[in-house]
């Protein structure tokens, strides 16, 4: 198996620069993975969002679970569960409107580390989208353009720990999706493992790092390379020890956006993608998450034949 892509932006600011957009060209092509070292968000940062949303489950989160699981019989299943993953999570919302100081329990060194910590992640987010155009050869601007709808992109926050499971076998952390939408950013726990991605029929960890930032790419970004980039299922395996943090940040289309194959990719006759407005794609998502993500696809087409072209103006 070949090495997990792991990318240092600060050569792309010398004599390095062509040799790394080649290894970003090729994580998004084969992988749709890779993480990022020397990304530009400060790691005093990173430690203090780290050790406020540790303290934070902690404080409120802990026994909520603990009484989930107990209410739910999870800790004595002797079958496979299907229908429910071994996470403790919560929401935040930064575009186009923050949610942040309407949530309840988070302290006010919390919320406004957040919200410093989410900034920073939207402006590494919109440059790895214009190094995706300019390896795409796509013009600068193009990828946010497309998913920006009438009131800019949607970007939200999912905090989540994934507590010590004493039947990772039977339950897990997260079950086996792709991400619906654009592009994703991760900042998980260092220590604790469990994310693993699909990669030629293998599960393939993806590696615990201090101060990285891992990036995997969503339907959305599929669907506008007409799939020159695709989208890879992806899961969390729950731990026997340890309790393992995961910051994924979402950064998608605004839900008016029409999303549609950027001409320039398409060869003759070879438009494989429909063209659909994103909220109604991510109503179909909401009941086929766990499903496969082709059919997904299949159906927006067989729409499309009925209703005719989108307009996009």
């Not at 309840?104 to 402006?123: Q, V």
């Not at 997260?174 to 260092?190: C, E, M, Y």
Request: net charge negative; with cysteine.
């Amino acid at each position: 198996m070949d090495n997990f892509p792991i990318i240092n932006l600060e050569n792309l600011n010398g004599d390095e620069r062509k040799a790394t957009m080649e290894k970003i060209k090729d994580a998004c092509e084969n992988w749709g993975f890779f993480e990022l070292v020397n990304h530009g968000i400060p790691h005093d940062l990173m430690d203090t969002v780290e050790r406020l949303t540790k303290e934070h489950y902690r404080k409120c989160m802990e026994q909520r679970f603990k009484e989930l699981v107990s209410s739910k019989g999870l800790e004595a299943v002797q079958t496979e569960v299907k229908d429910m993953d071994w996470e403790s999570t919560f929401h935040l919302r930064h575009l186009p409107e923050s949610n942040i100081s309407e949530i309840p329990d988070l302290s006010d060194e919390y919320r406004k580390s957040m919200k410093e910590f989410a900034l920073k992640l939207e402006t590494l987010a919109e440059e790895l989208l214009d190094l995706l155009c300019e390896n795409l050869g796509l013009e600068k601007g193009y990828l946010k353009k497309a998913l920006y709808g009438s009131k800019g992109p949607t970007f939200g926050t999912k905090v989540t720990n994934y507590p010590p499971c004493p039947k990772p076998d039977l339950v897990k952390g997260l079950r086996a999706h792709t991400d619906a939408g654009g592009i994703i950013l991760l900042f998980q726990d260092d220590k604790v493992s469990g994310l693993q991605l699909l990669k030629d029929g293998n599960w393939v960890d993806v590696p615990p790092m201090h101060h990285s930032i891992v990036i995997n790419l969503g339907d959305q970004l599929e669907v506008i390379t007409n799939g020159k980039y695709k989208s890879v299922e992806h899961r969390v395996v729950a731990q026997t020890d340890g309790t393992r943090m995961s910051i994924a940040s979402f950064y998608n289309p605004g839900s008016d956006a029409v999303i549609y194959p950027a001409p320039t990719l398409i060869e003759e006759n070879n438009e494989i993608y429909p063209k659909f407005v994103f909220e109604d794609y991510m109503n179909l998502y909401a009941r086929l998450k766990f499903q496969a993500k082709e059919p997904r696809f299949e159906a927006f087409k067989e729409s499309n034949v009925n209703l005719g072209p989108i307009a996009t103006v």
